[in-house]
């Protein structure tokens, strides 16, 4: 069966640090990634997605990249961290059905 | 651009009281429809999805949605609550053939059951 993994599961990250959250999908191949984030009181909003390696989809300007060095791994990013890029970040990956299943989530404090 | 409606921020229940959680869409054409959960602490899981046929889904824990294709909604119901069922719920939609697919997600219901 399909698994979604993604780390760490809790970040707390001064202002203009780095940043690496990490997502590996395991039992599919070419899926489609995505990273959301979920900020309180905007519910979901999607990031970027990616139908395959090295390509990625961005839907908001941001101070986040991500990238997907490897068929089953999305990376988000960023160089340095803004208190506004606080928030629970999700990973997902798209099934059958257009249905889509998301990671355990990486809570990012940003202080 | 396709947007979905919550139409309650906080919910407030007595157990075994009666569920709606309100879901409207902006989309004219067809949609897949879809309520998540996100119990506390844990990662958000599918209760429900709704593609074609029947109108009524039924999902896990008792849950069901009805699409209303002329009012654009597809509303959350549960019969009888319990306090297990104190969670955030997620109304999304996505349009087939569309952006790759992707979920567009409604801000957020939670619902709090008292014991």
């Known amino acids: 069966s399909q698994t979604i993994h993604q780390w760490p599961a809790t970040l707390v990250q001064p202002v203009g640090s780095p940043l690496s959250l990490e997502c590996t999908v395991e039992g599919t191949s070419n899926p489609n990634l995505y990273w959301y984030r979920q900020a309180a009181g905007r519910g979901l909003q999607l990031l970027f997605y990616s139908v395959g390696i090295g390509q990625i989809s961005s839907e908001v300007p941001q101070n986040l990249s991500a990238s997907r060095p490897q068929d089953r791994q999305f990376i988000l990013s960023s160089k340095k961290l803004l208190l506004s890029d606080s928030g629970f970040y999700l990973c997902?990956?798209?099934?059958?059905?257009?249905?889509?299943?998301f990671g355990e989530g990486s809570w990012l404090t940003v202080v | 651009a396709q947007s979905v409606s919550q139409h309650n921020h906080h919910v407030i229940l007595s157990e075994a009281a009666s569920l709606e959680l309100g879901c409207n869409y902006s989309?004219?054409?067809?949609?897949?429809l879809f309520w998540y959960v996100q119990y506390p602490g844990q990662h958000l899981q599918l209760l429900l999805k709704?593609?074609?046929?029947?109108?009524l889904v039924k999902g896990i824990k008792g849950f069901e949605a009805e699409f209303i294709k002329s009012k654009f909604s597809f509303n959350l119901r549960k019969p009888s609550v319990q306090w297990s069922d104190t969670a955030e719920y997620f109304c999304a939609v996505t349009v087939p053939g569309g952006s790759q697919g992707n979920l567009i997600f409604g801000k957020g219901t939670k619902l709090s059951v008292k014991p």
């Open positions: 989309y004219g054409g067809t949609v897949n």
């Open positions: 997902a990956w798209k099934g059958t059905g257009n249905t889509i299943y």
């Open positions: 709704y593609f074609s046929g029947d109108p």
